[in-house]
Protein backbone atom coordinates (compact mmCIF):
# COMPACT_ATOMS: atom_id res chain seq x y z
CA UNK A 1 0.00 0.00 0.00
CA UNK A 2 1.21 3.60 -0.93
CA UNK A 3 0.22 7.33 0.22
CA UNK A 4 1.36 10.07 -1.35
CA UNK A 5 0.48 13.00 0.57
CA UNK A 6 0.66 17.15 -0.25
CA UNK A 7 1.14 19.49 1.82
CA UNK A 8 1.76 23.56 1.30
CA UNK A 9 -1.32 25.05 -0.84
CA UNK A 10 -2.87 27.92 0.11
CA UNK A 11 -4.31 31.42 -0.98
CA UNK A 12 -1.34 33.84 -2.22
CA UNK A 13 -1.11 37.26 -4.30
CA UNK A 14 0.08 37.52 -7.64
CA UNK A 15 3.67 37.08 -7.49
CA UNK A 16 3.72 36.00 -4.32
CA UNK A 17 5.11 31.91 -3.87
CA UNK A 18 4.40 28.88 -2.21
CA UNK A 19 6.20 25.91 -1.68
CA UNK A 20 4.09 22.49 -2.16
CA UNK A 21 5.98 19.13 -0.88
CA UNK A 22 4.76 15.85 -1.51
CA UNK A 23 5.82 12.46 0.62
CA UNK A 24 5.26 8.84 -0.82
CA UNK A 25 5.46 6.05 2.26
CA UNK A 26 3.97 2.42 2.41
CA UNK A 27 5.77 -0.46 0.10
CA UNK A 28 7.98 1.25 -1.92
CA UNK A 29 10.50 -0.61 -3.65
CA UNK A 30 11.85 1.78 -6.76
CA UNK A 31 10.64 4.99 -7.38
CA UNK A 32 11.34 6.06 -10.98
CA UNK A 33 9.75 9.38 -11.34
CA UNK A 34 7.73 12.22 -9.41
CA UNK A 35 5.85 14.98 -10.43
CA UNK A 36 3.11 17.33 -10.22
CA UNK A 37 -0.16 17.94 -12.34
CA UNK A 38 -2.78 20.59 -11.83
CA UNK A 39 -6.60 20.54 -12.84
CA UNK A 40 -8.47 23.99 -12.66
CA UNK A 41 -12.15 24.13 -12.88
CA UNK A 42 -13.31 22.88 -16.21
CA UNK A 43 -10.14 22.05 -17.80
CA UNK A 44 -8.28 18.63 -17.98
CA UNK A 45 -5.48 17.17 -15.66
CA UNK A 46 -2.10 18.92 -17.00
CA UNK A 47 1.41 17.81 -16.15
CA UNK A 48 3.42 21.06 -14.58
CA UNK A 49 6.84 19.31 -13.82
CA UNK A 50 8.28 16.05 -13.67
CA UNK A 51 11.58 15.28 -12.01
CA UNK A 52 13.08 11.66 -13.70
CA UNK A 53 15.46 9.03 -12.76
CA UNK A 54 18.55 10.56 -11.72
CA UNK A 55 17.22 14.01 -12.16
CA UNK A 56 16.40 15.34 -15.17
CA UNK A 57 13.57 17.25 -15.07
CA UNK A 58 10.89 18.27 -17.41
CA UNK A 59 8.24 21.42 -17.07
CA UNK A 60 5.27 22.70 -18.98
CA UNK A 61 6.18 25.93 -21.21
CA UNK A 62 3.77 28.01 -18.85
CA UNK A 63 5.88 27.60 -15.57
CA UNK A 64 9.62 27.60 -17.10
CA UNK A 65 11.11 30.00 -15.18
CA UNK A 66 9.06 30.48 -12.18
CA UNK A 67 8.54 26.93 -10.77
CA UNK A 68 11.12 24.41 -9.45
CA UNK A 69 10.85 20.68 -8.64
CA UNK A 70 13.40 18.78 -6.67
CA UNK A 71 13.34 15.43 -4.72
CA UNK A 72 14.43 14.37 -1.54
CA UNK A 73 15.09 10.40 -2.43
CA UNK A 74 16.05 10.12 1.00
CA UNK A 75 12.57 10.52 2.30
CA UNK A 76 10.95 9.68 -0.94
CA UNK A 77 9.79 13.55 -1.33
CA UNK A 78 9.14 15.72 -3.77
CA UNK A 79 8.62 19.61 -3.91
CA UNK A 80 7.42 22.44 -6.48
CA UNK A 81 8.77 26.03 -5.95
CA UNK A 82 6.72 28.27 -7.10
CA UNK A 83 7.43 31.74 -7.60
CA UNK A 84 6.00 34.88 -9.54
CA UNK A 85 2.76 33.14 -9.39
CA UNK A 86 0.20 34.42 -11.67
CA UNK A 87 -4.04 33.83 -10.91
CA UNK A 88 -3.70 31.56 -13.88
CA UNK A 89 -1.70 29.29 -11.71
CA UNK A 90 -4.77 28.91 -9.60
CA UNK A 91 -6.15 24.82 -9.93
CA UNK A 92 -5.68 21.72 -7.44
CA UNK A 93 -1.94 20.42 -7.62
CA UNK A 94 -1.73 16.72 -7.69
CA UNK A 95 1.66 14.84 -6.94
CA UNK A 96 2.24 11.70 -8.60
CA UNK A 97 4.78 9.05 -8.22
CA UNK A 98 5.53 6.26 -10.50
CA UNK A 99 6.35 3.51 -8.80
CA UNK A 100 7.40 -0.41 -7.97
CA UNK A 101 6.29 -1.80 -4.83
CA UNK A 102 8.49 -4.73 -5.08
CA UNK A 103 11.97 -6.24 -7.24
CA UNK A 104 9.52 -8.24 -9.44
CA UNK A 105 6.48 -5.68 -10.10
CA UNK A 106 7.09 -3.16 -13.23
CA UNK A 107 6.33 0.74 -12.79
CA UNK A 108 2.86 2.33 -11.84
CA UNK A 109 1.09 5.56 -11.03
CA UNK A 110 0.57 7.02 -7.89
CA UNK A 111 -1.77 9.87 -6.98
CA UNK A 112 -2.19 12.29 -3.82
CA UNK A 113 -5.13 13.87 -3.02
CA UNK A 114 -4.41 17.19 -4.23
CA UNK A 115 -3.68 20.86 -2.54
CA UNK A 116 -5.64 23.93 -3.61
CA UNK A 117 -3.26 26.88 -5.17
CA UNK A 118 -5.20 29.79 -5.48
CA UNK A 119 -3.58 32.99 -6.71
CA UNK A 120 -5.98 35.90 -6.17
CA UNK A 121 -5.67 39.77 -5.49
Known amino acids: QVQLVESGGGLVQPGGSLRLSCVAS????????MGWYRQAPGKQRELVAA???????NYADSVKGRFTISRDNAKNTVYLQMNSLKPEDTAVYYC???????????????WGQGTQVTVSS
Open 96 to 110: NARLSTTYYSAYSDY
Open 26 to 33: GSIFSINA
Open 51 to 57: IIGRGST
